[in-house]
């Protein structure tokens, strides 16, 4: 179903020009019925946080030139892992991890499978022993489509004071 849509892997070094506007306006159409809440006004913020941090990756799909949805993320910096704060504990030496920090479609291209491939592709050739993600605990729904992708609840976390409350998630990655 989603045959006509091409993925493309952008990382720091290589942002276009008007990438980060492009990612917002892609935000601005997924989120439009929330666009009033604070929190989600700030996206932008959180584009220029992730697309400078070390090893940032991105993948973006378009239909044709029309961008339909993203995912991005990067590694988080040994011993500064947020998520570290549940109650999960990694075994067997798992330690370096990849935050998967935005997945998302825009509504017209929704329920074509187009996350899942944006998801895989993001991290089809990581070399991180852990990703970890965080899901609106309001939003059951997207749980339970992340635990069908790998991956656990082990938590949960209000990384900002206005925003939602996150159900912490974490998959590993390597056997």
Not at 9 to 22: A, D, I, N, R
Not at 80 to 102: D, I, K
Request: charged share 25%.
């Amino acid at each position: 179903m989603t045959r006509g849509i091409d993925l493309r892997h952008y990382g720091t070094e290589h942002l276009p020009e008007g990438f980060k506007q492009m990612l917002i306006d892609v935000h601005a159409d997924a989120y439009a019925d929330a666009m009033d809440d604070e929190f989600n006004q700030r996206f932008p913020w959180f584009v220029d946080h992730w697309s400078g941090m070390k090893d940032f990756t991105c993948v973006v799909a378009f239909d044709g030139d029309e961008p339909t949805g993203f995912a991005y993320g990067a590694p988080l910096q040994p011993g500064r892992e947020w998520w570290r704060s549940t109650a999960f504990e990694p075994n067997n030496g798992y330690t370096v991890t990849y935050a998967v920090s935005e997945v998302m479609v825009r509504p017209k291209w929704r329920k074509q499978g187009i996350s899942d491939r944006l998801h895989e592709a993001l991290l089809k050739d990581r070399e991180d022993d852990l990703a970890v993600l965080l899901v609106d605990v309001t939003h059951p729904k997207v749980q339970e489509l992340y635990e069908t992708w790998g991956y656990a609840k082990v938590g949960e976390q209000q990384p900002f004071a206005d925003s939602p409350v996150y159900a912490v998630m974490v998959k590993r990655l390597h056997s």
